[in-house]
């Protein structure tokens, strides 16, 4: 698995946003935002919904190995420097030049890249519950100290808190949206990403609950409502801070 940015939409002739989804622990760039229900066709909301509720958008979905047994060595800041690069060049166009980014981050991924987060720690969680969720997510074998995003979002982590001292100074120039899960892990008996560590109590962040799981908070169907609230949340991002 290589770091690659994926165009999941149609070039627009007239672009009004970029919006560059990033997975999670142990995800994947597709099914990380894709709904897979029995009775109705898989929704992958990000080029099935996005593009009818911003005409003009063009979305994009960041590949990178964040496996919980990866062998690579690579860290967060490696593969944010991979998605800027690949970001950089995407955005060569002089049609692009002054088009806004929306960064759409689920859990880990809203450490690589922050701007719009889905349950993302950024106070870490307890290694055993990432461990157990990756297991019953990835059906692979958990080896301890195999991967370095794994240590990386334990609760204290010093890498988690050099990269939110990090953020935290030039935190007020970007519009901020934090959802938080509301229902606990089935395996776990208890969410994945407490609110406490879901959201980073700026003055200017926007916090809502999503009814979901750690893993569901990000998938939506097309008759689910709360796709609502997060398509007009990522278009209001867009315009910039939004102060209180």
């Known amino acids: 698995m290589g770091n690659e940015l994926h165009l999941l939409t149609e070039e627009p002739q007239r672009p009004t946003m970029d919006i560059v989804a990033v997975h999670g622990l142990n995800g994947h760039y597709m099914d990380t935002f894709t709904d897979k229900s029995w009775f109705a066709p898989a929704t992958m909301w990000l080029k099935d919904l996005l593009p009818e509720k911003i005409p ?67 106070r870490g969680a307890d290694a055993a519950q990432w461990a157990l969720m990756a297991e019953k997510i990835g059906h692979a074998v958990f080896h301890t100290g195999q991967s370095a995003f794994l240590r990386t979002l334990e609760r204290n982590s010093e890498d988690l808190y050099k990269i939110s001292e990090d953020f935290r100074p030039i935190s007020a120039n970007y ?56 398509w007009k949340r990522i278009k209001r991002a867009a315009t910039g801070v939004s102060r209180p």
């Open 56 to 122: 003009g958008c063009r979305v994009m979905s960041f590949e990178y190995d964040a496996s919980v047994n990866s062998m690579s060595v690579a860290n967060v800041r490696d593969s944010a420097r991979s998605l800027l690069e690949h970001l950089k060049d995407k955005r060569e166009d002089t049609i692009y030049a002054d088009v806004p980014i929306v960064i759409v981050a689920h859990s880990l991924g809203g450490i690589v890249i922050k701007q719009v987060f889905f349950g993302t720690p950024h």
């Open 175 to 230: 519009a901020i949206v934090s959802f938080y899960e509301e229902y606990a892990y089935n395996i776990l008996g208890k969410v994945i990403v407490d609110k406490d560590s879901a959201i980073m109590g700026l003055p200017h962040e926007q916090k809502m609950m999503l009814s979901g799981t750690h893993t569901s908070m990000c998938r939506f169907s097309k008759s689910d409502k709360q796709f609502d609230a997060v």
